[in-house]
C-alpha cells in the first residue's frame, strides 16, 4: 500500500507540472496575439496619420500654389493636431499642439527641387517638376526602451502645379 500512495503524490507532481507548462503556453500565446494586434492597431493608425498629412499638403497646394511654395521653404514641419497647421519643426516636442496624442507625433517633410531628404542616402527626385513631400509619423509603445517615438510609418508624394505642366 505505500507503494501506491508514494506513485499517486508523483502522479499529482507530474499532473501539475503538465499542467503548469499547458497554462504558461496559452498565458504566452494569449499575450503575443494582444501584443500584435495592438501593434497593427497603432499601424493602421499611423498609416491614417500619414495620409491626413499628405492630404493637409495636397488641399493647401491645390488651394494656392505659390503662396504655398512661398510660405514653406525646404525644411521639417510638424503637423498641428487641431487646425492641421504646419510648424516650425523646433515646436514638435509641444506635446499639447503638435502631437495627436502621447503616442503618436507627425511631422512632414518638403523638399521644393523634389529631392528625397539626405538621410534616405538617395539622389532620387520626383519625375515631374514640383515638390517631395514625405508624411511621417512616429509613435511609441511599451516596446520602446527609452519612451521616445520608436515605430515609424512614412508616406511619400510628389506634388506640382498642373497648371505649369506641358500638355502632351
Not at 15 to 22: C, D, E, N, R, T
Not at 89 to 118: A, H, M, T, W
Not at 157 to 166: E, I
Request: include cysteine.
Amino acid at each position: 500500500m505505500k507503494k501506491q500512495k508514494g506513485q499517486t503524490l508523483v502522479e499529482a507532481i507530474l499532473s501539475l507540472a503538465v499542467i503548469s507548462a499547458v497554462i504558461t503556453a496559452v498565458v504566452t500565446a494569449v499575450i503575443t496575439s494582444l501584443n500584435g494586434a495592438t501593434y497593427n492597431r497603432n499601424e493602421n493608425l499611423a498609416l491614417n496619420y500619414a495620409q491626413e498629412g499628405i492630404d493637409v499638403i495636397r488641399d493647401s497646394k491645390s488651394a494656392d500654389y505659390d503662396v504655398f511654395i512661398s510660405s514653406y521653404p525646404d525644411n521639417y514641419y510638424c503637423l498641428g493636431k487641431e487646425d492641421n497647421s504646419l510648424t516650425d519643426y523646433s515646436d514638435c516636442d509641444q506635446p499639447s499642439d503638435v502631437n495627436i496624442s502621447s503616442r503618436f507625433k507627425r511631422i512632414i517633410y518638403i523638399n521644393q527641387s523634389g529631392n528625397l531628404p539626405p538621410s534616405d542616402g538617395s539622389t532620387h527626385k520626383c519625375s515631374i517638376p514640383g515638390f517631395y513631400v514625405a508624411s511621417i509619423v512616429s509613435w511609441t509603445d511599451g516596446k520602446c526602451d527609452t519612451g521616445s517615438q520608436c515605430h515609424q510609418v512614412k508616406l511619400e508624394s510628389c506634388f506640382s502645379d498642373l497648371n505649369t505642366l506641358p500638355t502632351p
